[in-house]
């Protein structure tokens, strides 16, 4: 099994007729992406940061993008059920880091942050570990 980052997961979801390289690299994404793949943590990460930063891609279809990237039978995801709760928070309205940063969090009691829109946010959703602020 290989891994892929982040840029061969944005050509294979995502169409960009004003780059040439994306389409030029596209056809080895669709190649790597046919065979069984690992994706990490960090570049689920990395992938969100790319559609929403670089791509400008509304929250509506970065989800659809990671809903059907979790549904890819092939593709294994470190940490599934973390990156699913993760889309579930995001769903509420958590910035996507700040959700993964609770869900790899998720055996504390709480999450220390002085973050006040995730404070309230997280909490308003009932999201564990709560969030406390220092």
């Known amino acids: 099994m290989k ?15 004003d780059d040439v390289e994306a389409a ?19 570049v ?11 791509y400008a891609l509304p929250r ?3 989800e659809l993008v990671f809903k059907a990237l979790c549904g890819l039978a092939h593709v294994i995801i470190e940490d599934r059920h973390i990156v699913l ?8 309205g ?9 869900g790899r969090s998720h055996q504390c009691q709480a999450f220390i942050s002085f973050d006040q829109r995730l404070h309230k946010r997280a909490n308003k959703a009932g999201l564990l570990p709560t969030v406390e602020m220092p």
């Not at 596209?26 to 994706?39: G, L």
């Not at 709760?85 to 509420?92: G, K, P, S, T």
């Open 24 to 42: 030029l690299q596209k056809p080895a994404a669709i190649q790597a992406m046919s065979q069984a793949v690992f994706v990490p943590v960090s």
């Open 94 to 102: 958590l910035d996507f880091a700040d959700a993964l940063h609770l």
């Open 85 to 92: 709760a993760v889309l579930a928070a995001f769903h509420q």
């Open 44 to 54: 689920i990460l990395e992938f969100e940061w790319v559609m929403r930063g670089f």
């Open 3 to 17: 891994a892929v980052d982040a840029n061969v997961l944005a050509h294979f979801f995502i169409d960009d007729p």
């Open 60 to 62: 509506k279809d970065i």
